[in-house]
């Protein structure tokens, strides 16, 4: 597992930029009525998306949300007084204060399903009711485009996705949200090349493949030898749902 306080200072570097962020929030605020007042970024990370929803939507109040200091630090930087450190199983907000709550590349980092579960309780119960939910689901299978990097990686020991799009909609149902809607956006500048998914690997990008052990280094061994070792294959495609409160 990364450790994302390491990760903060090149974080947007790595993950597509400013490309990936106008997509992402362009996708969000698509499932999020214009007429929200009041928006809550859990998983805000570095801030990038969530100074994207609050430029987009000026007249609403945008507060961002993240566990980890040092990316909280650069949200901070990039939204003075609108982010908090805080745990996203349990947000540091009286229930039913925002009109919408996003979750963005959040749930598939968490420990198991009950995590899972407790992240979407939260966001419910902080929502108001008629209030919008929406967050990114199979956000691992998304990497998948088909490539020779995929062929290589599809024999790799798999864990169990925490995002699956059928448990998420389970666990939002149990507390009262109902699906209200889906969108699409492009990962740019996150189609991976053989010597970076190299580099990706021995830095503790995959989790079942711990770095340093023999395993881990054949497959370092297949990816360097595909061809075009820096030529980034297709962008991966994310997914959002979206589902309403009831009341």
Not at 2 to 8: I, N, S
Not at 78 to 88: N, Q
Not at 150 to 177: I, K, M, N
Request: proline content about 9%; some cysteine.
């Amino acid at each position: 597992m990364l450790d994302y306080d390491k990760e903060a200072g090149a974080y947007d570097e790595t993950r597509g930029g400013e490309a990936r962020a106008a997509a992402a929030a362009a996708a969000v605020l698509g499932l999020v009525p214009p007429t929200a007042g009041r928006l809550l970024d859990v998983g805000c990370g570095t801030g990038i998306v969530t100074r994207r929803l609050a430029a987009a939507r000026p007249a609403a109040r945008v507060t961002g949300v993240d566990l980890t200091p040092g990316m909280a630090r650069m949200a901070a930087a990039r939204l003075p007084g609108a982010i908090a450190l805080a745990d996203s199983r349990a947000l540091p907000f009286p229930d039913a204060t925002f009109d919408a709550v996003s979750s963005v590349w959040l749930l598939h980092l968490l420990d198991g399903p009950q995590d899972v579960r407790a992240v979407v309780a939260e966001c419910a119960r902080v929502l108001r009711p008629g209030g919008v939910y929406v967050t990114t689901v199979d956000k691992g299978a998304s990497h998948n485009v088909g490539s020779d990097i995929d062929a290589v990686l599809a024999e790799r020991p798999r864990s169990a996705p925490r995002d699956p799009a059928g448990l998420v909609t389970r666990y939002a149902a149990a507390q009262g949200l109902l699906p209200a809607g889906r969108a699409r956006f492009q990962g740019h500048g996150q189609g991976r090349s053989p010597r970076r998914t190299v580099a990706d690997l021995r830095r503790g990008w995959f989790v079942t493949l711990p770095p340093g052990e023999p395993l881990a280094e054949r497959f370092a061994d297949r990816l360097a030898r595909l061809p075009d070792q820096d030529r980034p294959r297709p962008d991966p495609v994310f997914h959002l749902r979206s589902f309403r409160k009831a009341g």
